[in-house]
């Protein structure tokens, strides 16, 4: 997984709340078998004007001039701004997956879905929650080429008038994002206590541990 | 003594390593895999050269992407076909237990746990699908997750998870005439909205929900989800025990004996208030039968309800969402709900496809045949022994009778993953869980149902207020 310590990007805003994995990622691309190469079939029913199918070429798509993320002010964006409930429904994993692979980093959100804002973490990218009333003024200051700072060493944002805003990550997820460790290799550091644990509640409930 | 809920009772004996920050590593006792969210698991296991570390804690079945009709044919689609083989081939090379197409336990991975007795009380229930909740109506915490925690799982039968706040949902006194599981939870999702349970696991209780089968409760955890939360539970009573005595996973002889104990004393130390963070009460008898309008779950009103006035709403960002999904829906405000003409009935999903909804959508038939203006209705058994089953009970007949179809079992139109799909505008009636845009194909439009709405629906050609017929 690709450390994350700080970021200097464009920011997209997305104005929509309740934004939910089917809309991030649609179903028939769910159909591959590897983790890479969904970055162009992101947000595909509101990007492009015609049907999308799995493993098909993009270049030469129709696209909908008016989704935001096809204005020319946007490209290379690489932080996402967005309402509420972000991530909503599936836990399909594709949904970070592609948003990666399109290049976001970031996502600046008043709330997240559990599932989704967790699977973030996994992949590299930072969901940051912020109140209501800031992410509204985000969306308020978003002009031609404007970027932000993410600073997640100091947990703050850092806007293009020099105005820092906090905001908090959980100290377990936090280290793991910034130096990009395998969550595995982590756990499996406890692997003693794992045993232990099912030696333990073998005794409690024996009818979990006769596997056959 | 304060005492515990039951999601505290469930949480605290599975907590193998506590962090610093108050993260732990939980210990999961069962992995339910499917064939879309697996494959790239398998390959970070392979690529690691990491084993699973309890491999009999696992179990795989292809639902996804299976076909519901000719199945001797195989799949057609090859990306599907080749997703399905993947996962066949990955349960070969780790001696996974795998239930295929031509197995008669095959169906939906949230159907057949339980069926199969493999998912229990008291368990800690993970897969990588958003509605694992299903699974938390037998007092399991159980809960979706990514591919990535899928090969967590696999390689270390743990997960680090930080625990969720408390919430009790109660519904309180009867329901009325017409009104199901399905509706009940509708409604509180229409209450609370889809990011209501956001940072919560919801425990349902109340009369209402303690006398529901444990299809009906299943139907209500199914959709935690869709009220944002990750897990749904319901407390244990005779009802869960009855069920589970005599599946073929379950605990038999004295182990059997045991686990009733243990699980008998799976519920919340009291359910008067002191013990959860957050708590709604909702009457039983205003719930009516319900049907969405729009395009998220909570987007639901009563049958006898209009479609929603944009112009009404004070927040912009919901005013915007109304009028987004009335124009993505092709409906008008102000619309009667019973004026929205159907043109296609799903009756299946891992909300609504066992052997009790089966009954409830054929009860309401009674001989007639789905309307000439609907085009095809879907019936969607949610595993082969519930289609055995509903086959010896008559069932097929009255629904082909109607000109319903009959399918193989499988998630179908839910998610659309396989052939079965609506074409762009088509309105469909269907008792999945949602009804986002494309959900169930291209420029699709889903309206969340009962099964006995769905049928009625079918009958009608548009929505009715089955409250009214019941």
């Known amino acids: 997984m690709k450390a994350f310590t700080t970021l200097t990007a464009l920011v997209a805003p997305l104005d929509r709340a309740n934004i939910d994995t089917d809309a991030i990622i649609p179903k028939q691309f769910l159909k591959s078998i590897r983790r890479a190469g969904f970055g162009p079939y992101l947000f595909d029913e509101w990007r492009y004007l015609d049907r999308g199918e799995p493993e098909m070429d993009c270049t030469n798509r129709p696209l909908n001039k008016d989704f935001v993320l096809n204005q020319a002010k946007y490209q290379g964006a690489q932080i996402l701004l967005t309402r509420e409930n972000f991530g909503c429904g599936s836990s399909r994993e594709h949904a970070p997956w592609a948003l990666e692979d399109y290049g976001f980093r970031a996502i600046i959100a008043p709330s997240f879905a559990d599932i989704f804002f967790n699977n973030c973490f996994k992949n590299g990218i930072l969901p940051i929650v912020l109140p209501a009333e800031t992410v509204d003024q985000l969306f308020q200051e978003v002009v031609d080429g404007y970027q932000l700072t993410i600073d997640l060493q100091a947990q703050t944002i850092t806007t293009p008038s020099g105005r820092n805003i906090a905001f908090i990550v959980d100290e377990n997820r936090r280290f793991r994002l910034m130096n990009g460790l395998d969550d595995i290799a982590l756990s499996l550091q406890h692997a003693d206590k794992i045993k232990s644990y099912e030696v333990e509640r073998a005794k409690r409930a024996p009818w979990l541990f006769k596997d056959a | ?470």
């Open chain 2, 1 to 470: 003594m304060a005492g515990k809920t039951l999601y505290d009772k469930l949480w605290d004996d599975h907590v193998v390593h506590t962090e610093d920050d108050g993260s732990c590593l939980i210990y999961i006792d069962r992995q339910l895999l499917h064939e879309v969210t697996s494959p790239q698991a398998f390959d970070g296991l392979r690529l690691s050269g990491r084993q699973p570390w309890r491999i009999a804690r696992n179990l795989a079945v292809a639902d996804h992407n299976v076909p519901t009709t000719n199945r001797d044919k195989g799949i057609a689609d090859p990306v599907s076909r080749l997703q399905v083989e993947t996962l066949e081939n990955n349960c070969k090379e780790y001696g996974i237990t795998e239930f295929d197409m031509s197995d008669i336990r095959q169906g939906i991975v949230h159907v057949i746990g339980p069926e199969q007795g493999a998912t229990l009380p008291g368990m800690t229930i993970v897969c990588g699908d958003s509605h694992t909740s299903t699974h938390g109506a037998s007092a399991a915490l159980a809960f979706g997750i990514g591919t990535s925690e899928v090969e967590h799982a696999l390689a270390t039968q743990c997960l680090v998870q930080k625990k969720a706040k408390n919430m009790l949902i109660k519904v309180n006194g009867k329901t009325g005439p017409g009104v199901t599981a399905k509706d009940i939870v509708l409604a509180i999702i229409g209450q609370i909205g889809t990011a209501g349970g956001n940072g919560y696991t919801i425990e349902f209780g109340g009369d209402a929900i303690w006398s529901l089968s444990m299809e009906g409760r299943m139907t209500v955890c199914n959709m935690a989800i869709e009220a944002g939360a990750r897990a749904g539970l319901i407390a244990v009573d005779d009802t869960t025990i009855d069920y589970y005595q005599g599946r073929p996973y379950a605990p038999k002889g004295d182990d059997w004996n045991m686990a009733v104990r243990y699980w008998q004393n799976l519920r919340s130390d009291s359910y008067s208030g002191d013990l959860f963070d957050k708590i709604i009460n909702i009457d039983a008898a205003g719930i009516k039968p319900q049907v969405s309008w729009g395009t998220s779950p909570e987007m639901v009103v009563a049958v006898d309800a209009n479609v929603p006035d944009p112009t009404k709403e004070a927040d912009p960002v919901k005013r915007q969402s109304i009028e987004r999904a009335l124009q993505y829906m092709g409906l008008q405000a102000g619309q009667k709900i019973t004026d929205i003409k159907l043109d296609k009935v799903f009756i299946g999903s891992c909300t609504n496809s066992r052997i009790e909804d089966l009954r409830a959508a054929a009860a309401v038939i009674k001989g007639r045949k789905k309307a000439a203006s609907v085009k095809q209705v879907l019936i969607v058994p949610g595993s082969g022994l519930i289609k055995q089953q509903a086959e010896a009970e008559g069932l097929d007949k009255i629904f082909t009778a109607a000109d319903f179809e009959w399918r193989d079992p499988g998630c179908s139109m839910c998610l659309a993953m396989n052939a079965d799909r609506l074409e762009a505008g088509e309105h469909c009636a269907s008792t999945s869980n949602r009804n986002f845009e494309g959900r169930q194909g291209y420029g699709g439009r889903t309206h969340l149902v009962s099964p006995a709405m769905a049928a009625a629906a079918a009958i009608a050609g548009h929505f009715v207020n089955i409250a009214e017929e019941a």
